[in-house]
């Protein structure tokens, strides 16, 4: 029984990304030479010949040969960075246990690193730079049409005008459904030139090289009548699918042994971005702990001369996918509530301490967590994470309440500096609260980590909302 599948494309880009990624390697290997120290022998080139495979094969890994199209260069150079790093630093472990890094000379090991680093960015962007020169000036262009008047023909005739890098030119809409139906184009994105039947007469001619279908999914009938006329043509054939209909949550590609899957709920700290964003977490979380030290031990200090009970608050709460994990907060109240029923703080609450007052105010509170995020449960920037309690409660009242621990929680996040920290005292305050927590997953970026960081200060100053 034959098996059908569908295949990733290897096309020209992807061998030459491979091929001068090889030769960026040498070249670094060579550039180290230069330093009197390096030793040069057949082992020399064996490490560089090893560090191109395993540079090749931790790319599957991290999807440095992937189709980068409609992604930016900055992504695309810093997922090679970061690809030749985690290889060299396989190779290092295996160098260290071997003893063939007590031969390795440090400030020889620099310059490879800085050279193949370079190198891997001006090929990328050569490359780029090539593919836009190529296709501008009309080689290799090929013509295409779409099948569907509708917001996803509209949406993919924009992108692609948007990519004249990728040589296509739109001869226009065709649907069957009259105007009435349809609406007008609008006067950017191209003209409405026939019906389906039409256009099948100009793909037996050969004068369309690719036709996109973008009709509905509940079209199936039609599309299988349009598919069976289509294949009597030498034409591309593409089905966009209609996945707007659903609320998407970084959903993506993939495929399981050639089977194609998309993801409809989906994390979106993925291959490299997730190695990415941790380092940046370890980092920044080890630096604030760096200037915090010292407050933290005069909070403690206040804490236990100010009220009776333990410095620290330890409290279940949801954190990836679900799972509990223990979140760190200085105490601030005179209870320490855990059970099925948790009270949030409201303005004046009486449970509060006299130091804890002024330490939420500040969120000096917080302080804690920082541990949660060196021990990998916990983000910079995420979620809040609620009490279990609350979890409960309003997964129950909330459609979608639980994709917002898709993600790791985090200390502060886009619902706090947007203006929804603090209590939750009606269901319309933690909708919102949840919408922002879906829209940062959707949209998540490091610069907009770093921007929710930044602006988490002006929260803290303000004090706005918080008791």
């Not at 472990?93 to 031969?103: C, E, I, M, S």
């Amino acid at each position: 029984m034959s098996s059908i599948g569908i295949h990733r494309e290897r096309s020209l880009t992807d061998a030459m990304l491979r091929i001068t990624d090889a030769a960026s390697i040498l070249l670094g290997f060579l550039a180290a030479t230069q330093y009197p120290r390096v030793y040069v022998d057949p082992l020399y080139w064996l490490a560089a010949a090893i560090t191109i495979l395993v540079m090749f094969t931790v790319g599957e890994f991290t999807a440095l040969y992937r189709n980068w199209r409609g992604v930016g260069t900055y992504r695309e150079i810093a997922t090679a960075t970061l690809t030749l790093f985690y290889s060299v630093g396989i190779l290092l472990a295996v160098g260290f246990l071997t003893r063939y890094t007590d031969h390795v000379s440090r400030i020889g090991l620099v310059i490879g690193l800085v050279t193949i680093s370079t190198l891997l960015a001006v090929s990328r962007l050569g490359i780029r730079c090539l593919q836009r020169w190529y296709r501008s000036h009309g080689y290799g262009r090929r013509s295409f049409a779409i099948v569907g008047v509708n917001e996803l023909g509209i949406r993919l005739a924009r992108t692609l005008e948007d990519a004249p890098q990728l040589g296509l030119s739109l001869t226009g809409f065709y649907d069957d459904r009259p105007t009435l139906r349809t609406g007008p184009l609008p006067p950017d994105v191209g003209e409405r030139l026939g019906t389906i039947n039409q256009l099948v007469t100009l793909a037996r001619r050969g004068d369309v090289d690719r036709v996109y279908i973008t009709l509905p999914m509940r079209a199936e009938k039609r599309t299988r009548q349009l598919l069976n006329q289509l294949a009597d043509t030498t034409a591309s054939v593409y089905i966009v699918p209609d996945f707007f209909v659903f609320e998407l949550l970084h959903s993506r590609w993939s495929d399981i042994n050639g089977l194609p899957v998309v993801s409809v709920f989906e994390n979106p700290f993925y291959g490299v971005d997730g190695l990415l964003k941790r380092v940046v977490d370890m980092c920044l979380a080890m630096a604030f702990l760096f200037l915090a030290a010292v407050p933290m031990l005069v909070i403690a200090a206040l804490i236990k001369l100010t009220s009776r009970g333990p410095v620290f608050f330890r409290q279940l709460r949801y954190g990836l996918d679900g799972r509990e994990i223990h979140v760190w907060k200085f105490r601030t109240m005179s209870v320490c509530e855990h059970g099925a029923d948790v009270r949030q703080a409201t303005l004046n609450d009486q449970r509060i301490t006299r130091i804890g007052g002024l330490l939420r105010r500040a969120s000096l509170d917080e302080l804690p967590q920082l541990f949660n995020v060196l021990n990998g449960s916990m983000s910079l920037v995420g979620p809040r994470p609620h009490a279990t309690a609350h979890n409960e409660q309003y997964r129950r009242l909330i459609p979608g309440y639980m994709l917002r621990h898709k993600v790791k929680p985090g200390i502060t996040g886009l619902a706090q500096v947007l203006g929804w920290r603090g209590e939750t005292d009606t269901l319309d305050k933690m909708v919102n609260r949840i919408q922002c927590d879906l829209q940062y997953i959707r949209e998540w970026s490091l610069w907009m980590d770093f921007k929710i960081i930044c602006k988490t200060a002006l929260v803290v100053i303000s004090g706005k909302n918080a008791y």
